[in-house]
């Protein structure tokens, strides 16, 4: 990747859990700027609520937590701001670590995210998570080989490898998320058993494809007004 974004370019790192679970709902979010809340988004909201205060850090032990800090990627074109970010004293002599100044010494960071649900079978969470891991490792020159999810319906951590493999979707995802931002050409709906839990599913009208014009759909549901 050559290319560097300007700040007016840049995409929220939430868009890559909404662009994975339905590039159609991204679409209508970011571009369109629609939005609805359900309890499942309420929840999500509450849940953030409680983690996401102005940037601030504590410490317990040998631990330090950054919570609320500010992050960005030139390169992947993606900004936000961290759930979490603990900081473990690095064991390393020798080359890049995590440096604060409220904090002396060499430090290895480790992002956290927390999540409402459980973990999912797509890479929505970890493709996330990855992204606060790579505007890290740009901002501060260090390498960062893992993360945590932490899960409330379950209320256990799952540990994310930020492995080779994850990386190179993440950067194709924010990839065809700036593509598709750019083009503005509308994504088009598909109906699935996803739609019962999305919010838009009224302002989407998934069904309407199954159709093949938009007549038809009213029609077969009585709507269609002479």
């Not at 840049?10 to 339905?22: P, V």
């Not at 991204?26 to 609805?36: A, D, G, K, P, S």
């Not at 890479?123 to 790579?134: I, M, P, V």
């Not at 409330?152 to 924010?174: D, N």
Request: a neutral charge; hydrophobic letters at 35%; aromatic letters at 10%.
């Amino acid at each position: 990747m050559s290319k560097l974004y300007k700040e007016e370019e840049m995409l929220w790192l939430s868009d890559i859990q909404h662009y994975c679970f339905c590039p159609r709902q991204w679409y209508l979010m970011t571009v369109e700027q629609i939005w609805e809340d359900n309890h499942l988004t309420i929840e999500g909201s509450l849940l953030h609520e409680r983690v996401h205060q102005p940037e601030q850090s504590e410490r317990r032990g040998n631990v330090v937590t950054l919570r609320s800090v500010p992050l960005a990627s030139y390169k992947l074109g993606l900004c936000g701001f961290s759930d979490a970010i603990e900081l473990h004293p690095s064991s390393a002599d020798t080359g890049p670590a995590f440096v604060h100044p409220k904090y002396p010494g060499r430090w290895e960071a480790i992002p956290v995210e927390y999540k409402r649900g459980r973990p999912k079978r797509h890479n929505a969470d970890k493709l996330q998570l990855c992204g606060q891991a790579l505007c890290l490792e740009e901002s501060y020159g260090i390498n960062i080989p893992k993360g945590y999810i932490f899960y409330g319906e379950t209320k256990r951590r799952e540990e994310v490898p930020f492995s080779p493999e994850l990386r190179a979707e993440l950067i194709e995802t924010a990839q065809k998320m700036h593509q598709a931002f750019e083009s503005k050409t509308p994504i088009p709906a598909i109906h699935s058993s996803r739609c019962r839990s999305c919010s838009l599913l009224n302002q989407c009208i998934p069904k309407a494809n199954l159709f093949g014009s938009a007549s038809s759909y009213l029609e077969a549901h009585k709507l269609f007004m002479l």
